[in-house]
Nanobody, 114 residues
Framework: VRLVESGGGLVQPGGSLTLSCVGS????????MAWYRQTPGNQRELVAR???????TYADSVQGRFTISRNDATYTVYLQMNSLKPADTAVYYC?????????WGQGTQVTVSS
């Protein structure tokens, strides 16, 4: 199984980014999927989750600003991030929910700074 995240970058506060996660060797439709993020010295935290039926949940810190979606036909999970804040700066990862150790990828860096 391989999950490859992309779409990160440097953005100004208030800006937007869309992250993508493409799976190979995994049939994403049988899993709840999620986006996580991690900053240096801190544990990885769950940011957004999407169930098999499409039900979504979000961390309080991103509620109303981030949107998770999935396209199981292409084994892809997305994270639309709007109104970005410096506190959103982190490496973002996708994985199943609950996360499986063997599925962690390299992540994609998101930096929010003026």
């Amino acid at each position: 199984v391989r999950l490859v995240e992309s779409g990160g970058g440097l953005v100004q506060p208030g800006g937007s980014l869309t992250l993508s996660c493409v799976g190979s060797g995994i049939v994403t439709e049988i899993y709840a999927m999620a986006w996580y993020r991690q900053t240096p010295g801190n544990q990885r935290e769950l940011v957004a989750r999407i169930g098999r039926s499409g039900t979504t949940t979000y961390a309080d810190s991103v509620q109303g600003r981030f949107t998770i979606s999935r396209n199981d036909a292409t084994y892809t999970v997305y994270l639309q991030m709007n109104s970005l804040k410096p506190a959103d700066t982190a490496v973002y990862y996708c994985n199943t929910e609950p996360a499986r150790f063997a599925f962690w990828g390299q992540g994609t860096q998101v930096t929010v700074s003026s």
